[in-house]
C-alpha cells in the first residue's frame, strides 16, 4: 500500500460505492493514519434504531464499573465488542470540491478497524432502581422533621444517570415499584403511610357517605388535606388502589377491593412477623377488611406460600414485587426459598420475567430442572 502523502482526497469512501466492474482504485496511507481510538463502528439492528441514532435520540449509560448499554427511548441494548479476522479499512470522505471524479481515484485509509460494537436487545437493568429508592422511604410525618437534607433521593436527572434502562422501560419500573414523584424527587411510600391514608380515605367513605366505586378526586384530595395529609400522596393512594374514569368533567376514582383486601392480608401477615398459622391468619385478615369486600385465599397469588408444619398449616408473606428482577438472581433467590417447586406454587413468581430472545419455557430449561413422574402428575422444578 503507497504512503506517498501527496494529492490526499482525490477519492474517498464513495469511489468504492460507484466502483464499475472495470475500474480500479489506488489504495494508500493517510498521512494522520493510526488507531484513531475516538472512531469506532457501530453495527445498529434494524432501521429504527438507526433513524433514533441519527436523530440523536440515543444514549451510553452505565457508571464506571458497569458494562455499557446504549439506549433509545424505548428500549436496551447491550454493547458488544465483536473483532474480525478481515482487514477493514475506514476511509474518510473525498474532496467535495473536485466537479471531475478521477478516472483512477486515489484513495486513503485513515484507520483499520479490529472489529465493532454489536447492539444486543437486553431486559432493563432495574435492580438498582429499588435499591436506591428504597434508601429512604417517604413518610407521612417527615416534612415536620428539621432534617431536610436531600441525601439518599433522586430526581429524574439522577435516575437516567444511575440506571441502565431506556426512558420508557425507567417509567414502567418506577410504576412497578408504586413509586411518585415528590417536591421534583422520585420516591416510594412507607408501608405505614400507604395504610394510614388507605384508612383514612375508607374511613372518610363512611362518613360522607362515598361510593368506592365513584369517589370525587376533588372531595378526596379537599378532605383529606384538612386532615394535615399531602395531596399528592393521598392522589399518589387513589392510583394504587383505584382506576380514575372521567364523568362530566369530574375525575372519579373506583377502588378496586381485590387490591385493598390484598393490602390488608400484607398489613396481618407484616405486623406478625411475616409468618402465621394459617386458621389466625384468615380470623385477623377478616376482620380488617371492609364490610362486603370480597377476599379468598387465590387473591394472595404472588404474595403468600404455604407449608405444612406438623398438623398445621403456616401461611408465610413471600411478595414477587420483593425479588430480583434479572433471571438468574430470580431463580437464585427461589431455589434457596425452596429446593423444590411445584409448578402452581412456581408459576407466580416466574411468569413476569422478560428476557428478549428467550421464552418463558427457556428460561425453565435454562435455571431448572424438571421431574414429572407421569403425564398425570404436576412437574416439580428444582435448581439446575
Known amino acids: 500500500m503507497a504512503t506517498n502523502k501527496g494529492d490526499i482526497n482525490d477519492g474517498g469512501a464513495e469511489s468504492f460505492l460507484t466502483l464499475g466492474p472495470d475500474n480500479s482504485v489506488t489504495v494508500r496511507y493517510h498521512p494522520d493514519f493510526g488507531p484513531h481510538s475516538d472512531l469506532i ?46 482487514s477493514v479499512f475506514l476511509i474518510p470522505p473525498g474532496n467535495p470540491n473536485l466537479s471531475d471524479p478521477q478516472p483512477n481515484p486515489l484513495v486513503s485509509v485513515l484507520k483499520l478497524a479490529p472489529g465493532n460494537v454489536e447492539l444486543v436487545l437486553t431486559a432493563p437493568r432495574l435492580d438498582k432502581l429499588r435499591f436506591l429508592l428504597m434508601q429512604r422511604l417517604y413518610k407521612i410525618d417527615e416534612e415536620d422533621e428539621e432534617d431536610c437534607s436531600s441525601e439518599g433521593l433522586y430526581t429524574w436527572h439522577d435516575l437516567i444517570c444511575s440506571i441502565q434502562a431506556s426512558d420508557e422501560e425507567l417509567r414502567e419500573g418506577l ?45 378526596v384530595l379537599s378532605v383529606l388535606e384538612s386532615d394535615g395529609f399531602n395531596t399528592t400522596i393521598v392522589k399518589h393512594c387513589l392510583e394504587t388502589f383505584g382506576t380514575k374514569n372521567e364523568n362530566d368533567n ?6 378496586d377491593k ?13 405486623s406478625n412477623g411475616g409468618k402465621m398459622r394459617l386458621e389466625i391468619f384468615i380470623e385477623k385478615w377478616m376482620r380488617n377488611v371492609q364490610k362486603g369486600t370480597p377476599f379468598d385465599l387465590n387473591m394472595l397469588e404472588g404474595e403468600v406460600l404455604y407449608e405444612t408444619i406438623g398438623a398445621e398449616t403456616w401461611i ?8 430480583p428482577l434479572t433471571p438468574d438472581a430470580r431463580f437464585s433467590v427461589l431455589f434457596k426459598e425452596r429446593a423444590k417447586w411445584a409448578w402452581k406454587d412456581l408459576e407466580p413468581y416466574v411468569r413476569d420475567l422478560r428476557v428478549p430472545g428467550i421464552s418463558s419455557e427457556g428460561l425453565l430449561i435454562k435455571y431448572t430442572r424438571r421431574v414429572q413422574p407421569n ?10
Not at 42 to 57: I, M, W
Not at 175 to 194: C, D, M, Q, T, Y
Not at 250 to 255: H, V
Not at 258 to 270: N, T, Y
Request: glycine content about 4%; proline content about 3%.
Open 41 to 86: 463502528l457501530l453495527e445498529v439492528p434494524d432501521d429504527s434504531v438507526l433513524n433514533d441514532l441519527l436523530r440523536g435520540r440515543v444514549t451510553i449509560r452505565g457508571q464506571f464499573d458497569e458494562d455499557a448499554v446504549l439506549c433509545t427511548p424505548s428500549s436496551t441494548y447491550a454493547m458488544k465488542f465483536v473483532g474480525t479476522s478481515n
Open 258 to 270: 381485590k387490591r385493598i383486601a390484598v393490602h390488608f392480608a400484607k398489613q396481618v401477615l407484616g
Open 175 to 219: 410504576k412497578f415499584l408504586s413509586a411518585v414523584e415528590i417536591n421534583g424527587f422520585w420516591r416510594i411510600v412507607h408501608p405505614k403511610s400507604v395504610n394510614m391514608i388507605l384508612t383514612m380515605v375508607l374511613t372518610n367513605s363512611v362518613l360522607h357517605d362515598w361510593s368506592l366505586d365513584a369517589l370525587v378526586e376533588e372531595e
Open 316 to 323: 408465610k408473606a413471600f411478595s414477587v414485587a420483593d425479588l
Open 250 to 255: 369530574s375525575k372519579l376514582w373506583g377502588l
Open 375 to 384: 403425564a398425570d402428575a404436576e412437574p416439580i422444578f428444582s435448581a439446575r
